[in-house]
């Protein structure tokens, strides 16, 4: 069993009976910066108590995971009225970490004590397992990235936006700033996490950010990258186009593209394809999940071994590039010229 050492830090945020938000506990430690926004996105400020119980989001490129419990008479946390268990971790793994902050969130209320906790963490940490009479044996190991494709529904996407999916495909691609828009968290976070395996020759999910609010720190992080894929569940966001080339709107089940970056969407016959192969492919319910991820990547790949077909010269760092001369010699349609240009740019096989 190997250890767990994406794990950066634990910490206990309560909320007493007075309303009063506190946080109890952290090891190792946290900074202010991320106090300031898991303090924004933690549910313990709300007066409702049927808000999200489990979160994700990033932050300065760690991601953090919030789970957040009601306390009972039962319980041994006398005074405390909810508390919310935070981990931030290196990786992006959802399942993994639910599951985690919840066994840490059943010690906690059993015990009341952050000792117990600490001791849970540090055999997560060191030995990527630990062990509660209650909770059985949580083991790192169980949710490596098979596990991660039972977590996303590319069937439920193509099947909301049908043959416009190919947008979204060709904006992770070609490497654009996506929006993804739902007003419920909970929806947002669910469909997000199917994007990234659109696209499973790369790391997307080094470009993810599952929850932005329109805020500066956050927003200023989110500028920082030349492409993402960001979820938000403001509905202003829909008027702030220089945020994004593609905004998804979940449960308007539109796609709009933003009017600088039209150029990049243009349809070739090859688009059409795509569009209609997606569509078929999860149609076809014999097709699981895995299967469908599997088939995509395929033609994915593909297209990418037609584009590198093109590469005949050789840079300095031995590396096939392919020239722009060559697309032009080619007498082209204009948009396959351009969608060309842009995958191989995207690719980071273009040599000017």
Sequence with gaps: ????????????????????????????SVSKAQKSVVTRKCNLQSESTSAQSF?????SDNWFYIHSSEVFDTDKLPRVKQFALVIFTKDFNPQKYEVLCRVLSKMYCKTGNPTEILQLYLSVFTKGSCTTQENGIFMSDDYNG???????????????????????????????????YHHSL??????????????KHRRVTDNLFPWVDL????????????????GCRDSSISSKSELFDL??????????????????????????EIALFLVQLS???????????????????????????LATVDNSEGRKIIKLETFRER????????????????????GL
């Design 283 to 309: 149609e076809n319910q014999a097709n699981t999940e895995a299967q469908i991820i599997h088939e995509i990547a395929e033609k994915t790949q593909d297209l990418l071994n037609q584009l590198r077909s």
């Design 146 to 180: 098979q596990r991660l494709v039972a977590d996303s529904n590319i069937r439920g996407l193509v099947k909301t936006f049908e043959l416009e999916t190919i947008l979204i495909y060709t904006a992770l691609l070609l490497k654009k700033r996506i929006i993804v």
């Design 247 to 272: 905004l998804v709107n979940i449960p308007a089940r539109e796609i709009a593209v933003a009017p600088h970056a039209k150029e990049s969407f243009t349809m070739t016959k090859t688009h059409k």
């Design 1 to 28: 069993m190997a250890p767990l050492t994406d794990l950066i830090s634990c910490s206990i945020i309560e909320k007493d009976c007075n309303g009063d938000a506190l946080w109890a506990w952290t090891y190792p």
């Design 55 to 59: 979160v994700c989001a990033r932050y």
């Design 215 to 230: 805020v500066q720190d956050e927003l200023a992080e989110l500028k920082g990258y030349s492409y993402y894929i960001a």
């Design 186 to 199: 909970e929806e947002l976070l669910k469909w997000i996490k199917t994007f990234p395996a659109l696209m």
């Design 331 to 350: 007498n082209l349609p204009t948009a396959v010229e351009h969608f060309l240009i842009n995958l191989a740019t995207a690719e980071n096989i273009l």
